[in-house]
T-cell receptor
Framework: DQQVKQNSPSLSVQEGRISILNCDYT??????FLWYKKYPAEGPTFLIS?????DKNEDGRFTVFLNKSAKHLSLHIVPSQPGDSAVYFCAARSGNTGKLIFGQGTTLQVKP | NAGVTQTPKFRVLKTGQSMTLLCAQDMNHEYMYWYRQDPGMGLRLIHYSVGEGTTAKGEVPDGYNVSRLKKQNFLLGLESAAPSQTSVYFC?????????????FGEGSWLTVV
């Protein structure tokens, strides 16, 4: 029972264009959503987050949108850079223990 | 700045052997977690701890045990390793459950069970 789903295993984008990574969830009790970025042989690093009471959060080139009615969130990267090539994980926070439920990940490749 | 440190980084085990993965954090965090990452499965929570002396089960706890005897350490044990436990293991810690962006991960431990 996958509560957080990233249905696109991979995405390829040209440098300078927009990258849009999608994530769907099933549990309406999630109160916080996060995106993590992971390079090979490294641990995931925090990228950006959004509270369930908001619908948008922006940080430089990264924007996360939350559509609660559709139980859907997306990460926009504009403009995309080759250094953004990595695996991106969507995560949702469950309860007050801070534990995160992760999606399967989407591998982003930004071509020069 | 060490952050979250995992040892060992690589290990090969035979089926039935036991081992312990050690996670240490130097940020005085209350919460600690063990995840495993498998292809196509993302990161799945094995066990977690909300404070020294406490542990709780995550999504995939079977075959693993944990202990949090000291606040800075969180140990993950495999009593009888199975090939299905071949995976990359990540430890994480956070200082406040209300703030999602304070969850820090270690660099991972690659475990192969043959």
């Amino acid at each position: 029972d996958q509560q957080v789903k990233q249905n696109s295993p991979s995405l390829s984008v040209q440098e300078g264009r927009i990258s849009i990574l999608n994530c769907d969830y099933t549990n309406s009790m999630f109160d916080y959503f996060l995106w993590y970025k992971k390079y090979p042989a490294e641990g995931p690093t925090f990228l950006i987050s959004i509270s369930s009471i908001k619908d948008k959060n922006e940080d430089g080139r990264f924007t996360v949108f939350l559509n609660k009615s559709a139980k859907h969130l997306s990460l926009h990267i504009v403009p995309s850079q080759p250094g953004d090539s990595a695996v991106y994980f969507c995560a949702a926070r469950s309860g007050n223990t801070g534990k995160l439920i992760f999606g399967q990940g989407t591998t982003l490749q930004v071509k020069p | 700045n060490a952050g979250v440190t995992q040892t060992p980084k690589f290990r090969v085990l035979k089926t039935g052997q036991s081992m312990t993965l050690l996670c240490a954090q130097d940020m005085n965090h209350e919460y600690m977690y063990w995840y495993r990452q498998d292809p196509g499965m993302g990161l799945r929570l094995i066990h977690y701890s909300v404070g020294e002396g406490t542990t709780a089960k995550g999504e995939v706890p079977d075959g693993y045990n944990v202990s949090r005897l000291k606040k800075q350490n969180f140990l993950l044990g495999l009593e009888s390793a199975a090939p299905s436990q071949t995976s990359v293991y990540f430890c994480a810690s956070s200082n406040h459950a209300r703030t999602g962006n304070t969850i820090y991960f270690g660099e991972g431990s690659w475990l192969t069970v043959v």
